[in-house]
């Protein structure tokens, strides 16, 4: 992982419990087929958050299958072309419980409201506002949102208008700092949102901690500091 140490200048401070990285195994989900460096659309995913159609694959039925060799697999680009052209490129669900659709629209709504809140940071002149997918790579979370502000006053106006939209459009209750800090973190369960002073969003650079995270295309443009 990219920036897996962070120099400290002599600054003897933790971070809050909720960031330490615990990999596990990639799954199935939002950006599980995509790489760093290329964004995801928040609104492409709003609009299509079961993109991905589940449906049960037929037996084969092309005569091609009998072509194939069992010991050596000539034939076997043959069958699959068939088989393509036959049925189409879809989906095999073994169990046919809808899981990883069940998955999508979760992430979806997750999604929904990780935007909802930058858009509201944004409307407070936030800085320099990213929002990161980070369920293939942390446990506890989906989305991070890592934003700068330049005061405590305007720390604590994205936090109460980001814990209105949670509340009132959601039904999330924010957890974590309930009076502006250097390092100001909201914890919405599967959305996580880290307000930094410009220092110390320098100092702990979470977006290269988090370097194999995906990052999110906003619809709206944000502010450098």
Same mark, same amino acid.
């Given at each position: ?12 401070? &933790? ?29 492409? !995913? ?7 159609? +589940? ?18 697999? =000539?034939?076997? @680009?043959? +069958?699959? $072309?068939? !088989? !393509?052209?036959?049925?189409? *490129?879809?989906? #095999?669900?073994?169990?046919? $419980? ?6 999508? $629209? *979760? @992430?979806?709504?997750? +999604? ?15 800085? $320099? ?7 293939? /790579?942390? #446990?506890?979370? =989906? ?6 502000? %330049?005061?405590? &006053?305007? /720390? *604590? ?32 369960? @599967?959305?996580?949102?880290?307000? %930094? ?5 320098? %100092?702990?650079?979470?977006?290269? %901690? ?5 990052? /999110?295309? +906003? ?7």
């Amino acid at each position: 992982m990219r920036g897996a140490a962070l120099q400290s200048p002599g600054l003897a401070w &933790a971070p809050p419990a909720a960031v330490p990285l615990h990999p596990r195994p990639r799954r199935a989900g939002l950006g599980g087929h995509h790489h760093r460096g290329a964004p995801l659309r928040s609104d492409l !995913l709003l609009l299509q958050p079961t993109a991905v159609p +589940l449906r049960a694959r037929s037996p084969p039925t092309s005569s091609a299958s009998s072509n194939v060799n069992p010991d050596t697999g =000539e034939g076997a @680009d043959e +069958l699959l $072309d068939d !088989l !393509l052209q036959e049925h189409g *490129e879809v989906v #095999y669900s073994a169990g046919g $419980d809808g899981s990883l659709a069940n998955e999508a $629209d *979760e @992430d979806a709504e997750c +999604l929904s409201l990780a935007v909802s809140l930058a858009k509201v940071a944004s409307e407070v002149k936030a800085a $320099d506002i990213r929002v990161l997918f980070v369920k293939p /790579i942390v #446990y506890w979370t =989906e989305f991070f949102i890592i934003l700068t502000a %330049f005061s405590s &006053a305007q /720390i *604590e106006a994205i936090s109460s208008k980001m814990r209105d939209i949670g509340e009132q459009q959601f039904s999330r209750v924010a957890s974590g700092d309930t009076k502006p800090n250097s390092w100001t973190l909201l914890d919405f369960g @599967d959305v996580v949102v880290h307000i %930094f002073l410009p220092p110390q969003r320098e %100092f702990y650079n979470l977006e290269e %901690f988090y370097g194999n995270a995906t990052t /999110i295309e +906003l619809p709206f443009e944000t502010q450098l500091q």
